[in-house]
Every structure is written in C-alpha cells, then in structure tokens.
C-alpha cells in the first residue's frame, strides 16, 4: 500500500533528522533559549518525545474503537492538511500542558524514550490491520477534528519534522553558544 511506505519513509526520515539535530550539542547548547518564553533545544527535543507517546495513543485509540461508518466523510482532505501544514510550521499551536517541556527529563532519557517509542511506532506502521483508515478517534484541536489511525501515525512524523525545524531556527539565531 502506497500510504504505508510514504508513512515509514517519514518516520525514517524524521528519525534521522532528530538526531542529527541533538548529536554533539553541549550542554550550553542544548539549554540555550533564543528569547524569554521561547523553547531551549532540550526543550523541544523533550515536547518532541512527549508529543509521539501521545500521537501513538491517538492511532490506538483509533484502532480500539470501532469502526466508524462515514470516516470517509469526516477524515477526507486531513492527509493533505497534515502534511501541508505541520512540516511547514504554519500557524503556532499551544500545546497541551501533558506534552509541555517540563525539563522532566536528561538528555539521555529523551535519546532513549525517543528511540523506544519510534520502534513501537514502526512495528505498529509496518504491520497495519486491515482497514486502520476506517478506525477514527478526534484530535483536541478542531482545525484537525476527526483523524483515522493512519493520520494519527502521520501526524508523529510531521511533528517531529515541524519541531527539528524549530530546533534549527534555534542554532541559527543570534547568540546561540559556540561548541
């Protein structure tokens, strides 16, 4: 099925970039803020890996749920808006307080729970149930309303490209530490 290798190429991609965004920062570095209220590195890298944990929770909450009769209906176009929208970084969204930076955890728990998390997302991607399109659960902002799973999972990839951009837009500001 096309969208399954679309979804892992971005989880793939994603990946990588998420790491290659966080390798060899130094601790100046990675807790840096460009302004006040603004996020550190740290920072993002930690919303990063709180927003996937939850994300999966909405494929599987998706998947738990029955069958939805008109998910045609209710999902049509949301694939197209998600991938127009997130990786470009159009809009500011206001996260939910379970998925706000807390500086709860380390550097490495982050590397950690990130990779953890991606290999349950992955084998869960690899191994779809049949019609996992028509399993819908709602997203809390209403700009995104009803997704099936298949867009939940999409949805952990393009979050994370969103957010490796962010963390770029970090390095390149003025005043961000030398390594």
């Known amino acids: 099925?096309?969208?399954?290798?679309?979804?892992l190429q971005l989880l793939d991609e994603s990946h990588r970039q998420f790491f290659a965004a966080i390798d060899g920062l130094t601790e100046a570095q990675w807790v840096?803020?460009?302004?006040?209220?603004?996020?550190?590195?740290?920072?993002?890298a930690?919303?990063?890996?709180?927003?996937?944990?939850?994300?999966f929770g909405g494929a599987r909450r998706a998947m738990a749920a029955?069958?939805?009769?008109?998910w045609?209906?209710?999902?049509?176009?949301?694939?197209?808006?998600?991938?127009?929208?997130?990786?470009?970084?159009?809009g500011k969204a206001i996260s939910p307080d379970p998925i706000l930076p807390h500086q709860a955890l380390t550097r490495s728990q982050v590397e950690e729970r990130f990779v953890q998390q991606r290999a349950a997302i992955v084998g869960f991607a690899q191994a779809p149930p049949p019609a996992w399109q028509e399993h819908t659960s709602v997203h809390p902002f209403p700009k995104f309303g009803t997704l099936n799973a298949y867009?939940?999972?999409?949805?952990?990839?393009l979050h994370t490209i969103r957010h490796n951009r962010q963390i770029?837009?970090?390095k390149a500001t003025a005043g961000y530490p030398a390594g």
């Open 66 to 70: 029955p069958r939805n009769p008109d």
């Open 151 to 157: 867009q939940w999972l999409l949805y952990v990839p």
């Open 168 to 170: 770029a837009e970090v």
């Open 1 to 7: 099925m096309q969208l399954d290798h679309q979804l």
């Open 46 to 55: 930690e919303h990063i890996v709180l927003a996937e944990d939850r994300l």
């Open 72 to 90: 045609e209906t209710q999902t049509q176009g949301k694939t197209e808006l998600l991938l127009r929208v997130l990786p470009a970084r159009q």
């Open 32 to 44: 840096w803020k460009p302004a006040p209220g603004r996020w550190s590195i740290g920072e993002t």
